[in-house]
């Protein structure tokens, strides 16, 4: 940690310190704490026997050496674990004049934190970009833990940033599969710090593909129905409620069943079914169908970063384009026509 109180009950930074004599506590349980110096690390304070110290780990330290040291590089002026002027949130980096900071999170967290605590800095106008530690490293699919730090950009899909040794930036995230698929790409320091929050200059383009073909996904389904996994079991129910039977659906719900995006908990077919139930053969203003389409894309896993509105944006983004090939609707700037009603899909 850069912030303790001396004897005085002064406020102090080991980055800035003139008298490194004195004696130092610690700002959350009061215990003494010890200056530590090394060629590698910055001045830092320390408890004297514990390495994690309510929540601050040395991943946690490193990583706020790290971004100091990437912002001072660049003439900024960086603080950390400073208090904002009006409140009592105390974030791990500030850039006052840009009115940025910075997040790193290398523990569990609740989305009603995530939210309270991505508001109390929007409430004092500063721009907050979340960083997470190794604990979040993508295994084989993506976590409930992993999705609520998501963010959503048009030019990235929804990504999310890793710092392991170095910093790296994970975009177009969603499961094929139930396989985690996305672009990684590595953050050097020699580019401008200020890109953390302006990110959409680092998006790549990101083409759709559907790695299995629409009759393997039906027979997998089949063998599951057979062999009665719950999860089938409950989506063959869903279209059992409706008269049609899972297997007998049109081959573009069997293509699309491929892919999940990050804020969807229905099975891909139960969920553009539902949605084309909402429709009739006709035209649709993009105000008007997402008005339609909203409350339902509101029922799938709410993630505390994301706008719902970017749920809307992103379904079409992924889905639309081969809907179209289909020949179930065509979409342009203005809206979209479904060229078959919602019986007629089905």
Known sequence: ????????????NSLKL??????????ECGERLVLRKSAKKRPHFAHQKEQVVHGESWEHQNGKNFFLSWGENQALQPRVEERLLKGSRRGDLFLDEQKK?????????????IKKRTQDYLQQGFDLQWILGRRYLIKKNFTSSQKKFMQYDPALGFYFFILQDELFLYQHCLSINNVAHFKRQKIKTSENFLSLWQVQNWGQPEKMLWPQSPQLVKKKIARGLYYRQPALLKEQAFFYRRQRNLLSLPEIFYQMAQVTLPFMTWPACSLLFHLLEQVEKRFYPWEQLENIWQPILNEQQEMPLVAPKYYFQSYVKTYFPDLQKAGILNYGKMGVKFLKSGGELV
């Open 1 to 12: 940690m850069f912030q303790a109180k001396n004897q005085a009950g002064e406020m102090v």
């Open 18 to 27: 003139k008298d490194p004599s004195q004696d130092f506590y610690c700002l």
């Open 101 to 113: 900071v910075l997040e790193i999170q290398c523990s569990p967290m609740s989305d009603i934190e």
